[in-house]
């Protein structure tokens, strides 16, 4: 009978997948990459993922997506995209893992053509790179090599990039735990790029708690802070010696502070061996008592690009002498927002005659 | 006899399973998202590894969207002397070679800030779809709801002021940007009128700060067992909007949304419209470290009387763009915000004279790029002199997000899968314009 078969076979089939699951355990365990996982890529993956090669009408095809997993050096370089192809250790973050998983009717599951792996296919490759995606002695194809920094941008470098590197170079990045709980941890202390040694360090939606005694905490991160966003916290002239100690300041923001004209320059008219701020490219002084006085030791900052006084003591006269003296310093001293429309053009359009 | 009839349990329904199954479908209290993921994660396919950034030039984005399909000739690539002109004129910028349609007078003299985009090239001619693949790179589809550039942003970037949100929409539909199929803390704040701030804020007369944690902490009392029971995403997402909210009503940061803190004379140069009035919101925003900030201005679907029109709309982006861009750079801001102003679409280089308008045309429009590291005072790609096709440096939607994704140092190849587990990857694989960046 038709219908007792069937029930037979579901019965069959639970049975057949009890005995799998008892199974399993020891025929996967340990699989070795040459004799377990290598069938598998050889025999669904290497026709699109292997080396250059000419189709049946002469085209050259190269590897898709810039992927080969035909070697030990391509499987861990990765493909064009991303580095991640492989994560020894991690199958989970592996992507030849996540891609040969997917729904069978995902667009994007591997191999995009002909049958998805099998169950026991995937538990193959994703235990052999749980347990470290050890390659033993198979090299095969040479070539490939493990990019140094996973995930980094390709292209040209942008000029952030370009500074930062320059001023970054040779320093030895901070212990993480030198990072935690900085100021209290009222400082958000994070890299200024990937991978940097540099640190930008700001205090969002703290500032009233911001101190002098509180900014003390960046001590130990004097000679790694590059980038300060001191904007509209509570700290005086008291901390420009502080801020006078960090030789890599790239970028240092002192807008809304108690910051005067006569500390910039008692700080920044040292005895004339001290080479101050020499790295630093923009200094927001918008809405502090910067005066005329301190334009003239902010105007020998050797790298200063971008230097904000607006809503300041300075005088018209003084910006412009500034102006002039450092053509290429963009001096921001008056909001020149445009003058509010005539009255009468926001209601309604204006008409056009004939 | 049939199989269904083998499966059915044993059992009949009991009361407290109809009450579960009922809270279920009345709720909208699913447990199967939760189910299917961990049956995924089992599989090792829905687990996701954390995202490495790249180097960014910019920390904040406002997005200024042009909601209905903004003519390109009108505005920001005029064809003088082609017959596709129009009525309207050219001008000159100061930036040589670059300029823009007469209604830019105000931007006109700000162009070394901005980078125009002239070779914008999309598939899709529709609002809906249109508008869907600008803000999430991705095909309107019915069976899943992709999430939108801010949710990105903050999903892979995270806040950089921990009271605000970090996605903010204002004006326009809630519908427009959305969390898509990321966790509710990633959807935007909806402002519908930038004058009214945040509605709401403030707490009810009478109820004082203890009062309400007395209540929050009964309330967190009485859900225990129910959260408990249906420990799912959505039932944790309804608490996390309880905690976003009363974090967010305690934030010192509050006045931000105010506007009515600006000097009269900051809000004329804004503009005293919606549009304006907004961008002076979304600088405040950004002041405070609100990552991701879209305002939008609709009424650009020109089919009829497109050049009265233009009059009307574009003195209105004018003022609200030109002042935003010189208030950020006076204050510092420009240096790490990057400003967009972008659309789903362009207008028919050719006019339907019988209703002097201007029809949705994908093939080639405009967008502009200012701040966040972009270099100022230059112009990507090039329509024809007829502006009916782009002969340079075709940039597609998804290379435009992918671009403001590689500004901020988004990784562009990091997938994400979504609940049902497919992957997804912000900007969809476009391919970003490093030519834009200094």
């Known amino acids: 009978m038709y219908r007792s078969k069937k029930l037979a076979a579901c019965v069959w089939g639970a049975a057949a997948s009890l005995v799998a699951l008892y199974a399993a355990p020891t025929a996967a365990a340990e699989p070795t990459f040459a004799t377990d996982v290598w069938p598998i890529l050889e025999a669904n993956c290497i026709n699109c993922h292997g080396p250059d090669r000419k189709d049946s009408r002469g085209r050259l095809r190269k590897a898709k997506a810039g992927l080969r997993l035909d070697g030990k050096g391509h499987i861990l370089a990765g493909s064009r995209a991303t580095s991640t192809v492989v994560v020894p250790g991690d199958a989970a973050k592996s992507m030849l893992v996540q891609l040969i998983s997917l729904p069978h009717d995902d667009e994007e599951i591997m191999p995009p053509k002909g049958e998805p792996l099998t169950k026991a296919q995937i538990a193959t490759i994703t235990k052999w790179i749980d347990s470290g995606a050890d390659f033993g002695k198979w090299q095969g194809a040479a070539g490939g090599k493990v990019p140094a920094g996973a995930g980094a941008g390709e292209g040209p470098k942008t000029s952030l990039q370009k500074i930062y590197g320059e001023v970054g170079k040779g320093l030895e990045p901070l212990e993480a735990a030198q990072l935690q709980g900085v100021c209290g941890g009222l400082a958000r202390v994070e890299a200024v790029l990937p991978g940097s040694p540099l640190l930008r360090v700001s205090f969002s939606s703290h500032e009233k708690e911001v101190t002098d005694d509180v900014l003390r905490g960046l001590v130990p991160l004097r000679g790694h802070v590059a980038h300060l966003d001191l904007g509209r916290v509570a700290i005086t002239d008291k901390s420009l010696q502080l801020l006078a100690s960090m030789p890599r300041l790239v970028r240092l923001d002192l807008q809304w502070t108690a910051v005067s004209g006569p500390g910039l320059v008692a700080t920044l008219t040292p005895e004339p061996s001290a080479a101050l701020w020499t790295q630093l490219i923009s200094l927001n002084l918008n809405g502090t008592k910067t005066n005329d006085a301190a334009l003239v030791p902010l105007q020998k900052l050797p790298k200063l690009q971008h230097l904000y006084i607006w809503d300041t003591p300075v005088t018209v006269e003084a910006s412009d002498a500034l102006r002039k003296a450092r053509p290429k310093l963009r001096v921001r001293h008056q909001l020149r927002l445009p003058a509010p429309a005539p009255e009468g053009a926001r209601d309604g359009p204006r008409r056009r005659n004939g | ?438």
């Not at chain 2, 009485?222 to 249906?230: C, L, P, S």
């Open chain 2, 1 to 438: 006899m049939n199989n269904d009839e083998i499966l059915r349990p044993a059992d009949s329904v009991t009361r407290r399973s109809f009450m579960h199954g009922a809270a279920r479908t009345l709720l909208g209290l699913g447990t199967m998202p939760l189910l299917s993921r961990l049956a995924l994660a089992a599989d090792g396919t829905a687990v996701a590894s954390a995202p490495v950034l790249g180097p960014a030039t910019a920390r904040n984005v406002i997005y200024l969207y042009m909601s209905g399909g903004m003519s390109q000739i009108d505005t920001f690539d005029p064809k003088p002397g082609a017959d596709t002109q129009g009525p309207t004129g050219a001008i000159g910028t100061n930036v040589d070679g670059i300029q823009l349609s007469e209604h830019f007078p105000l931007l006109a003299k700000q162009m070394d800030k901005v980078a125009l985009i002239n070779s914008m090239t999309s598939n899709q001619g529709a609002h809906a779809q249109g508008r869907y693949l600008l803000h999430t790179s991705y095909e309107l589809r019915g069976t899943i709801q992709h999430p939108s550039f801010g949710a990105w942003l903050n999903k892979f970037g995270g806040r950089n002021n921990p009271t605000l949100p970090g996605h903010v929409a204002i004006g326009g539909s809630g519908s427009i940007t959305s969390r898509g199929f990321f966790e509710s803390e990633f959807a935007p704040l909806p402002i519908g009128d930038p004058t009214k701030g945040l509605a709401h804020s403030q707490l009810a007369k009478g109820v004082d700060d203890k009062t309400i944690d007395r209540r929050l902490a009964r309330l967190k009392k009485m859900n225990a067992a129910f959260r408990k029971k249906f420990n799912n995403d959505k039932v944790k997402a309804y608490d996390d909007i309880y905690d976003e909210a009363v974090k967010l009503m305690r934030s010192s940061d509050l006045a931000a949304f105010d506007i009515s803190q600006e000097p009269d004379a900051v809000r004329d140069a804004y503009g005293r419209d919606r549009f304006g009035q907004g961008c002076l919101l979304a600088r405040r925003l950004v002041e405070h470290d609100v990552r991701f900030v879209e305002v939008v201005l609709d009424g650009w679907d020109t089919h009829n009387e497109n050049f009265e029109a233009m009059e009307d709309k574009c003195p209105v982006l004018d003022r609200a763009l030109t002042s935003l861009l010189v208030d950020l750079d006076t204050r510092g801001l420009l240096e790490e915000t990057l400003v967009v102003v972008a659309t789903e679409f362009g207008r028919t280089p050719e006019i339907k004279i019988d209703r002097n308008g201007r029809d949705h045309f994908p093939k080639a429009f405009s967008a502009l790029l200012a701040g966040g590291g972009v270099r100022g005072g230059m112009r990507w790609g090039k329509t024809d002199p007829s502006g009916n096709e782009v002969i340079d440096d075709p940039v597609s939607v998804q290379d435009l997000n992918a671009t403001i994704g590689s500004a901020l140092g988004l990784p562009l190849d990091h997938t994400v899968f979504s609940p049902s587990g497919r992957p997804f990857t912000v900007a969809h694989k476009g391919k970003p314009v490093r030519g834009i960046f200094a």
